[in-house]
């Protein structure tokens, strides 16, 4: 996997760190991985520290001061990525939830393929999903339903956050301007590099619930991602 960097978002993952460092480094040798921290309070950055002893050359650790959301954590990732030059730039959660075998899928996709952004998708072939009650599965398939409705993606798992980009994607798009931070930020993402016509390629995964740790889920993430495609498309509408 050449010149491939994971970027895990982290707050409160100390239960699932070193394993999932461990599993994506088992990927390929040529992996690296930059963990964007939110000062955990249970201490996630120091066993990263620790963690980057071994892997000293690969693992990286970027600390931010406070929890300032999701979307922002993937932007200062990035940003930062962008920066040191890698050609493809993955975000994935800390917690299992996307399968680490699964990665090389998703490269594939962009370096064998004619992808520019590759999803790990969950509703590409039906509903993929482990461990979650029927009515978290409903909601999400619901959502992405939506948000198809609203922006015209041919996209199945809008609110995905298992993605591959080629480097040229985000730099295409102005970073700066990103509006979202939670789970609306992974459907903005999608939407931008759908405005600038990249080819994005859904590939089917297989969605399993955390089994350690608590969800970051929250009744003010599911408004933003609602009423926040509204806005988004209208304001894509005026542009032209």
């Keep these: 996997m050449l010149n491939t960097v994971v970027i895990i978002p982290t707050y409160n993952e100390i239960e699932n760190i070193e394993a999932i460092i461990r599993a994506v480094f088992s990927q390929s040798d040529t992996i690296h991985i930059l963990i964007v921290d939110d000062n955990s309070p249970d201490l ?14 690969k693992l990286f650790l970027e600390m931010r001061k406070e ?11 990035f940003k930062w990525s962008l920066q040191k030059g890698y050609d493809y730039i993955f975000e994935m959660d800390a917690d299992f939830s996307h399968n680490p075998k699964d990665i090389l899928k ?11 952004m590759s999803i790990g998708s969950r509703y590409k072939t039906g509903v993929n999903v482990v461990n979650w009650p029927m009515a978290r599965v409903l909601m999400s398939y619901l959502a992405s339903k939506y948000v198809r409705l609203i922006t015209g993606m041919k996209i199945h798992d809008t609110t995905a956050g298992f993605v591959c980009y080629k480097k040229q994607v985000l730099e295409a798009i102005d970073l700066d301007a990103v509006k ?12 931008k590099a759908y405005l600038k016509k990249f080819n994005i ?10 089994t350690r740790g608590e969800s970051k889920l929250s009744s003010g993430i599911i408004s933003e991602a609602i009423f926040g495609v509204i806005s988004m498309k209208l304001k894509s509408l005026f542009k032209k």
Excluded at 44 to 57: G, I, M, N, P
Excluded at 180 to 191: H, N, S, V
């Design 67 to 77: 929890k300032s959301g999701l979307g922002t954590a993937y932007i200062h990732g």
């Design 201 to 210: 390629v859904e590939v089917p995964v297989i969605f399993t619930d955390r």
């Design 180 to 191: 979202f931070i939670g789970y609306a930020f992974q459907i903005e993402m999608k939407f």
């Design 106 to 116: 998703l490269y594939n996709a962009c370096y064998l393929e004619s992808a520019d």
């Design 44 to 57: 996630t950055a120091l066993k990263v520290k620790e963690l980057q002893k071994e892997f000293h050359d």
